[in-house]
């Protein structure tokens, strides 16, 4: 079962980017590495995902190298609404997932 | 409107009292789970159903149960409720594979 490694917080201003990179040594073959969002009180909502190279979509954009034990979510210009909690999380597919401790972002203007 | 919803959303009872926290989706999915999250510790898996009556358990399973006969419902079952169960719980469903998960709006539990 893979495990993730993420920083537990991170500070920025609004518009600049924002790269936070999680580990996942033991990633498996088969797995796929997907970005959620937490507000506050909220049920985690999906961001993006991705399985290698480069994955973007309209909020952000998903870097994984080639030997795969790391990804790193980047999101372009922040704002104050980017303020949350961003799970990055290894999934199989078909057995149970973990989520981690989440990086804590917090946008200031 | 696409949704995964659960039932209380806030709850608070004694130590003991037997109690279910009902999640349901109207997706068709095959997959949903059960998380409770805790301040500090990030959100935990409890147990998870591939289909129906088919389910495992997750990272934290211990004083919980759950069933899965229909594949629209997936409760989650406190049959003695300990102090150390009060959390925020989050039901979550997908497709098989590799779909994201849709997640309830989140049952929050005070067991005194």
């Known amino acids: 079962l893979a495990k993730t490694t993420q920083p537990i917080s991170m500070d920025s201003y609004e518009g600049q980017e924002v790269n936070i990179t999680c580990s996942h040594n033991?990633?498996?073959?088969?797995?796929?590495i997907t970005w959620y969002q937490q507000f506050p009180s909220q049920g985690p909502r999906f961001i993006i995902q991705?399985?290698?190279t480069k994955v973007t979509n309209e909020v952000a954009s998903l870097f994984i190298p080639a030997d795969r034990k790391s990804s790193t979510l980047s999101l372009p210009r922040v704002s104050l609404s980017d303020t949350a909690v961003y799970y990055c999380?290894?999934?199989?597919?078909?057995?149970?997932?973990?989520f981690g401790k989440g990086t804590m972002l917090l946008v200031s203007p | 409107e696409a949704q995964v919803t659960q039932n209380p959303r806030y709850l608070i009872t004694v130590t003991g009292k037997k109690l279910t926290v009902t999640c349901s989706q109207n997706?068709?999915?095959?997959?949903m789970s059960w998380y409770r999250q805790d301040p500090g510790l990030g959100l935990r898996q409890i147990y998870y159903?591939?289909?129906?009556?088919?389910?495992d358990k997750g990272d934290v399973p211990e004083g919980y149960k759950v069933s899965r006969k229909e594949k629209r419902n997936f409760p989650l079952i406190l049959e003695s409720p300990s102090p150390n169960q009060t959390s925020l719980y989050f039901c979550?469903?997908?497709?098989?594979?590799?779909?994201?998960?849709?997640f309830g709006p989140g049952t929050r539990l005070l067991v005194l």
């Open positions: 033991n990633i498996a073959t088969n797995d796929y």
């Open positions: 997706m068709n999915h095959e997959y």
């Open positions: 159903s591939m289909n129906v009556e088919v389910t």
């Open positions: 991705g399985y290698k």
């Open positions: 999380l290894v999934d199989s597919g078909y057995s149970t997932l973990t």
């Open positions: 979550a469903s997908k497709f098989s594979g590799k779909e994201t998960q849709y």
